[in-house]
């Protein structure tokens, strides 16, 4: 098995790192099996790969909080249930997420609908008129995940910590 980490260098998934994730799907010299993103400022257990490849899932995340005085997971819910252990949910951020690279040979690199300038592959923001982000590239690419027929997994029995002003 072969395992490739992305690990972004800040909030914003910069076009380096997607054309990195692009080069790497497209490599037919090494054939990954799976891509690991985890973000530097996440805390996590030695074993959080290997709990999340035992998920056996193509998508699967681990629930970490955000890093700001007003906590909120990094997930989104289908209802207001907060399930435990290993569920679906409609997104989940990059911080700390497996996916199966077969996943980026089922999904359009681009949607022409949300192509400008920073576009960047799998990983594209929508943004609003004001500058603004109306819905960040994990979102996004959930979104489109789930389009393709893809269910996207959260794992919530893990301690992750998001450094910010204090490890939250």
Same mark, same amino acid.
């Given at each position: 098995m072969?395992?490739?980490?992305? &690990?972004?260098?800040?909030?914003?998934?910069?076009?380096?790192? %997607?054309?990195? @994730? &692009?080069r790497? @799907? %497209? !490599?037919? #010299?090494?054939?990954y099996d799976?891509? $690991? $993103?985890?973000?530097?400022?996440?805390?996590f257990?030695?074993?959080?790969?290997d709990?999340?490849?035992l998920?056996?899932?193509d998508?699967v995340?681990?629930v =970490?909080?955000?890093k =700001?005085?007003? +906590? %909120?997971?990094?997930?989104?819910y289908? /209802?207001?249930e907060?399930?435990?252990?290993?569920?679906k949910v409609?997104?989940?951020?990059?911080?700390?997420?497996?996916? #199966?690279c077969?996943?980026?040979?089922?999904?359009?690199?681009? =949607?022409?609908?949300e192509? /400008?300038?920073?576009?960047?592959?799998? $990983?594209?923001?929508?943004? !609003?008129? !004001?500058?603004s @982000?109306?819905?960040?590239?994990?979102?996004?690419?959930? #979104?489109h995940?789930?389009e393709?027929g893809y269910d996207?997994? %959260?794992l !919530?029995?893990?301690?992750?910590?998001?450094?910010? +002003? $204090?490890?939250?």
């Open positions: 072969k395992i490739a980490i992305g &690990m972004p260098t800040n909030r914003l998934i910069k076009s380096k790192t %997607a054309q990195s @994730v &692009m790497l @799907v %497209a !490599n037919t #010299k090494v054939d799976y891509l $690991f $993103f985890i973000d530097d400022d996440q805390v257990p030695p074993d959080t790969l709990e999340l490849l998920c056996d899932k998508i995340g681990c =970490y909080k955000t =700001y005085e007003t +906590q %909120a997971d990094v997930c989104e289908f /209802d207001d907060r399930p435990q252990g290993l569920f409609k997104a989940i951020g990059t911080g700390c997420l497996l996916i #199966k077969d996943v980026f040979r089922r999904i359009p690199q681009s =949607y022409p609908e192509y /400008d300038e920073t576009s960047c592959g799998w $990983f594209n923001y929508i943004w !609003n008129d !004001n500058g @982000v109306a819905m960040s590239h994990d979102w996004l690419f959930c #979104k995940a789930r393709c996207i997994w %959260a !919530n029995t893990l301690e992750i910590g998001h450094i910010g +002003q $204090f490890c939250y």
